[in-house]
């Protein structure tokens, strides 16, 4: 291991020039101060490139990856999990917004962003000359608090309260691009996760919804379909049927074409009969394939996609539409749990297994038109598993990957209702509340605590105050007539970033679940207090 310099700017010059009292020895020591000054400068940085990003005004970030596809988005957790990011504090904010989106889903700009602000704070105190463990633990101590306050002004919400859970994936929608269609796809967000849920259930496995993308039509195009909406297209080349009542579906996952050698033999024929002979044996072998395929009563047949040789050769192909059986290749193998699990079949390896009891029953296997786009769906599935499937269309790939993750942050907000069923107010009323509360208890603490806790308690204005610069409203001007409304007693007091204005932030349907809220500031100030108490940097070769 070698011990380097820190990377990144020396901050050296930004360290307090004289500090003396019960820190003066900790302050002496200037190489674990460079080190945390120029962490602290990193992860802010990340924080700043989000920043604008944040709320229903928010402006969106174009983002080339080094393929060369063009992303257009302003999901904090797709913006940063896209950067190249050197700095391993930087990094650690990034892993940060990750965390929040497995966690929760959606605020993963707010968790960066109030991250960032509490960086800010923590320098500050720093340059007075507290030390960074009293600083990390106090703040933890604040987050802790901050919780308890939020938890207190939450309203509970029950599962059966559509209106409730339309407003909360509304509210997440509106910050997104895709706000224009929030109409659409709030009511497919709430009804795919509601459709999967039991009244007892703590939580929903996203990977029950599945979201397929077709580029075609527009966003307004996008539907809920009870069974199941296949990736890919049927096989037409040799006029295979392309609809089918009453469908037996099989799911295999070997291939219909003729074996090939184990390695790059030659076979040199020089006889007519004996090529004769090779082509029989190749189309008996194929045709016997295809026969027990319909033995066993199949009718549709989904087949997994090869990497060692031809799924399906013409051949076969011509043998399966002549058995009248629908034929869909090229089926993923990551696609095949999902699929068996939600059909009700069993894949098959090998073709002496293939029997009635591993189909899976539908009542109707169609490949139509649907704005613009060929799509099978798979409607009425006996004895399938509780799977739901989105139909994601949009005008073009850099909008429906757009809506997709919109979709995903909205779909998440449900699943964060139903793990924790609570609702708050959005538009920064929450964090001006805790904000005060906090200033309000630092007040009973004493020493260097009641300092921390006053600063931690400073720095959750950034979210009202974002929101309001991203708003083009004066932040100075409305996070004070904010604090103002709150200390007459408007806890719903938020910033109406429509009009411009303070109102009651539920009047106007703006309300977020509580988990949302709660793990952002958890995850925030732990991530702060990690980097705080790092006071040396290594390499390791
Ligand atoms: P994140 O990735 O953190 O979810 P968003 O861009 O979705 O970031 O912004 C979320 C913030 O915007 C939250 O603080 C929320 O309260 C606020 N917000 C969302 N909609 C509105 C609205 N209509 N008016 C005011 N604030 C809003
Ligand atoms: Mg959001």
């Known amino acids: 291991m070698a011990t380097t310099a820190a990377p990144g700017p020396s901050p050296a010059a930004r360290l307090p020039a004289n500090v003396s009292g019960a820190n ?7 190489k674990p101060m460079e080190v945390r000054l120029s962490n602290l400068t990193a992860a802010k940085a990340i924080g700043d490139a989000v920043r604008t990003s944040l709320g229903p005004k928010g402006m969106d970030k174009m983002i080339q990856t080094s393929a060369g596809e063009v992303i257009v988005t302003n999901d904090g957790a797709t913006i940063l999990s896209h950067l190249a990011v050197l700095h391993p504090a930087a990094k650690m904010l990034v892993d940060l917004s990750a965390a929040q989106d497995i966690e929760a889903g959606d605020g993963t700009t707010s968790v960066v962003v109030l991250c960032g602000s509490f960086l800010n704070a923590a ?12 600083i990390a633990e106090s703040f933890l101590r604040a987050s802790r608090k901050a919780v308890e306050y939020l938890t207190e002004i939450s309203t ?22 895709v706000s224009q269609y929030s109409s659409i796809l709030a009511p497919i967000a709430v009804s795919a996760v509601t459709r999967l849920i039991s009244p007892t259930s703590s939580n929903v496995d996203l990977r029950d919804v599945r979201v397929v993308k077709k580029v075609g039509g527009t966003i307004e195009d996008t539907e809920l379909i009870e069974g199941v909406v296949l990736n890919q297209n049927a096989i037409t080349s040799q006029s295979g049927p392309t609809r089918m009542e009453k469908a037996k579906i099989g799911l295999i996952q070997f291939q219909l074409s003729s074996p090939k050698s184990d390695m790059d033999n030659q076979i040199v024929v020089n006889d007519y ?9 190749e189309r008996q072998y194929i045709l016997n394939l295809c026969k027990k395929i319909k033995k066993s009563g199949c009718n549709v047949l989904l087949i997994q996609k090869s990497i060692l040789r031809d799924a399906v050769t013409d051949m076969s192909l011509h043998f399966l539409a002549k058995l009248k059986i629908m034929v869909v290749k090229d089926v993923e193998r990551d696609e095949i749990e999902w699929l068996s699990r ?11 297994q293939f029997t009635e009891d591993k189909l899976a029953t539908a009542d109707l296997v169609d490949e139509g ?5 060929k799509v099978i769906k798979i409607t009425g599935i006996k004895g399938g598993g509780k799977t739901v499937s989105v139909l994601c269309m949009g005008a073009n790939s850099v ?34 509340h805790v904000s005060r509360q906090l200033a309000h208890y630092a007040q009973t603490l004493k020493g260097m605590e009641a300092y921390c806790f006053a600063a931690y308690a400073e720095a959750l204005e950034v979210i009202p105050t974002t929101l309001a610069e991203n708003a083009g409203l004066n932040p100075i001007a409305i996070v004070t007539e904010l604090r103002n409304r709150h200390a007459l007693g408007e806890v719903n007091a938020g910033i109406n970033v429509r009009k411009g204005l303070i109102s009651n932030i539920l009047e106007e349907d703006v309300v977020q679940p509580l988990l949302v809220s709660t793990s952002a500031i958890e995850l925030a100030t732990e991530t702060a207090a990690l980097l705080l108490k790092v006071d040396d940097f290594h390499l390791t070769r």
């Open 156 to 177: 509970p919400v029950d599962m059966k309260d559509r209106n409730s859970l339309l407003r909360a994936a509304s509210t997440s929608l509106n910050s997104k691009i």
């Open 24 to 30: 003066a020895s900790f302050s002496g020591q200037s």
């Open 123 to 134: 320098e500050k105190l720093l340059e007075k000359g507290i030390h960074p463990t009293i």
């Open 369 to 373: 038109e649907h704005a613009g786009a």
């Open 342 to 352: 939600s059909l009700g079949c069993k894949p098959v390896a090998d073709v002496e």
């Open 273 to 281: 009969r004996q090529m004769d002979r090779i082509l029989k044996e």
């Open 399 to 432: 909008v429906l990957e757009e809506s997709e993750r919109s979709l995903h942050d909205a779909l998440c907000v449900v699943r964060c209702l139903v793990k924790k069923r609570a609702l708050i107010a959005g538009g920064g009323a929450p964090e001006i």
